[in-house]
């Protein structure tokens, strides 16, 4: 679904600009921006809002998820583009709905945007960092997805 992949850019472009001015911009009217000046035409535009909006609802505990998985690299120290991209597949992987958006996808589609958006070892960084989430959801869950 190319769709999907860009309304995943999207949203990730949205998120890192609202980060990038230190969350004070209304990410609302960076979405609507952003969805005219890349996805016009997207069939998809719900998914970015859903998408965005979900990472900024739950910023706080998606934080603390990546300061526990990642202690090495505090918050401040991981790139944007890497800290967003691990927003967006950590929502995906804990509050999408897994028929829709299975764990796996969620991964591969946040490494894709790491290594397309980030640096040479974006990929492997958030491959690393969602691996392990996704190892412990597993076993917390007992294989079963939690909202």
Known sequence: MVSRHLARSI???????????????NLQEIIKRNLEEFGSGLKEQSFVLDLANGVAKHIQEIDEIIRKT???????QISLVNCN??????????????????????????????????????????????????????????????N
């Open 85 to 146: 991209v691990l927003r967006l597949g950590l929502f995906e992987l804990l509050y999408a709905n897994e028929k829709e958006v299975p764990p796996k996808v969620a991964i591969n589609e946040a490494i894709e945007l790491a290594k397309n958006f980030g640096g040479a070892t974006s990929g492997k960084f958030v491959n690393g960092v969602l691996g392990t989430v996704y190892k412990e959801l597993k076993k917390i869950r007992g294989g079963k997805k939690i």
């Open 11 to 25: 949203a990730m472009q949205s998120l890192y600009e609202w980060d990038f001015h230190g969350k004070k911009g």
């Open 70 to 76: 990642a202690p090495q690299w505090p918050l401040d």
